[in-house]
């Protein structure tokens, strides 16, 4: 028994000894974390004030910071990471869950898959039309725009789902309605999607990696094939010609077919699962490297831009969400897309491609289609409560957070953006800059709305004259605001 106690005794003091250690003089490297997290501020006695002492914060802030940089971090979080892993099945990467098979999904996969995130037709309507219009006029230039649906892992991987998200059973979803809209209104389209379902059951290998969240490194061969020759189509001019010389085949993935496993940041590796990868030899032919190209897309262009893009074109712009211009995405602070004379910017190139995949049709290409509408209208100036929607759809939290109120509430989504939407706007009408004269409008037929009062002297005129409340509300507000007009 004192044996053992003595080693117990020794091994704790060894354990705290080392942690204090690698804590200050590091004499082990450890490799980092994975993802995105911030580290609280080196723990320092410089934060200490008599008031501070007695408050209890000064203990509070510095144990808080001394568990971030506590000796051997790393190891410990992959250490407990990997126990609630092996014994329970659970992870800590947020946003990621764990499927049957040990299939890894983005959680926001799901829930569009199984129509959560679905933003309500008349939105779906009103952006297409306007991407249809800007294709329309684009056309005049010569200047095709292609939109391309990329493939999603949960349509692809649907038997792999959590029992808990009912992948069976499926209301409208976003993915179905832009595809059905995008025909009926001709919108020029690709549907990589579909494509990559008929390839599923004759692929030798995965189109989609078990670990990762984007189309396999073996997959992107297949889809730039198939998106070479329509660009090839809609341009009338050749890009350079590349093939497929030689497959590695590995049970460790490589690159992004491993990108949520490293997210898990576990001890051990995660079980090993076969996977192709193709090394691709291209013409050597700089005649055909002749067009100019514009990237509207997500974060599956990035397995494309260097080892395609700069290959095929003569040179290619690529807006990382239509928002970040690539390779400046990741700086701090990003480098912004600049889209002033947005109009003069597009005609400088021979194509666009619009490229959006499953999990991301909630944000409705990210704004592009309305961007481009209003280059072609300057005079038009859009509504700040379609720009206060577009915002929610395009925050992931503050979306998020509209999906779970609207389930509480058994409201849709669309009608609870626009409930929220319609709230900001109103708390900050006053501070709003360049409102429009259906943004004022808007705002006296909310302000009646929320006056009792005014609102039952409407709805008696709306009854006296037979008409839908609706309807005299906008009078009333339009007379309203003549009257605000006249005064000095």
Not at 4 to 33: C, D, R
Not at 159 to 180: A, D, G, K, V
Not at 453 to 475: C, G
């Amino acid at each position: 028994m004192r044996k053992i106690k003595t080693f117990l005794f020794l091994l704790v003091f060894l354990v705290l000894v080392g942690s204090a250690s690698q804590s200050y003089l590091h004499p082990f490297k450890e490799p980092p974390l994975k993802g995105y997290f911030q580290l609280k501020e080196n723990p320092s006695l410089k934060f200490f004030t008599w008031r501070r002492w007695f408050s209890g914060e000064f203990q509070q802030t510095y144990s808080d910071r001394m568990n971030d940089h506590v000796g051997f971090y790393n190891s410990l979080i992959r250490f407990n990471n990997q126990c609630d892993y092996s014994l329970f099945g659970l992870i800590h990467a947020k946003g990621f869950i764990q499927g049957l098979n040990c299939y890894l999904y983005e959680e926001d996969y799901l829930h569009e898959y199984n129509g959560d995130y679905f933003i309500g037709k008349p939105v779906i309507d009103k952006k297409l039309a306007r991407l249809k219009n800007v294709q329309d006029s684009l056309r005049a230039y010569h200047i095709p725009l292609l939109l391309v649906y990329e493939p999603g892992k949960a349509s692809f991987y649907p038997e792999y789902i959590p029992r808990r998200f009912h992948p069976e059973w499926r209301p409208q979803t976003n993915y179905s309605y832009f595809l059905q809209r995008s025909a009926d209104l001709g919108v020029s389209y690709m549907d990589m999607n579909r494509y990559f379902l008929m390839m599923k059951d004759t692929s030798r290998y995965p189109l989609f990696p078990r670990y990762g969240m984007h189309w396999s490194l073996f997959g992107v061969t297949f889809a730039m094939d198939t998106l070479v020759r329509r660009i090839e189509s809609e341009t009338g001019k050749q890009l350079p010609k590349f093939n497929t010389h030689h497959l590695t085949i590995s049970p460790t993935p490589w690159g992004t077919d491993n990108d949520i496993g490293e997210l898990l940041n576990l001890a051990c590796p995660l079980p090993g699962t076969m996977e192709a990868y193709p090394e691709v030899a291209f013409e050597d032919a700089p005649e055909k490297k002749n067009l100019s190209v514009l990237i509207i897309a997500d974060s599956y262009y990035l397995n494309i831009v260097e080892d395609y893009g700069r290959k095929l074109f003569k040179n290619q712009e690529y807006w990382y969400y239509n928002d970040k211009l690539y390779p400046f995405q990741n700086n701090n602070p990003p480098t912004n897309v600049d889209k002033t004379n947005l109009l003069e910017k597009l005609k400088k190139f021979d194509i666009i491609l619009l490229m959006v995949s499953e999990i991301n049709l909630h944000c409705g290409f990210w704004n592009f289609a309305d961007e481009a509408w209003t280059a072609f209208h300057p005079g038009y100036r859009e509504p700040h409560l379609y720009r206060i929607e577009n915002q929610i759809r395009n925050d992931r939290e503050w979306f998020g957070f509209m999906v779970n109120k609207a389930h509480k509430k058994g409201n849709t989504v669309e009608a609870m953006v626009r409930e929220d939407a319609s709230y900001v706007f109103y708390r900050d009408y006053n501070t709003l800059e360049e409102k429009s004269y259906n943004d004022s409008i808007e705002y006296i037929t909310m302000t009646i709305k929320n006056s009792a009062e005014w609102l039952a002297l409407v709805q008696k005129k709306a009854q006296d004259q037979n008409v839908p409340l609706d309807t005299m509300l906008l009078r009333d507000a339009i007379y309203t605001y003549a009257q605000w007009k006249k005064k000095p």
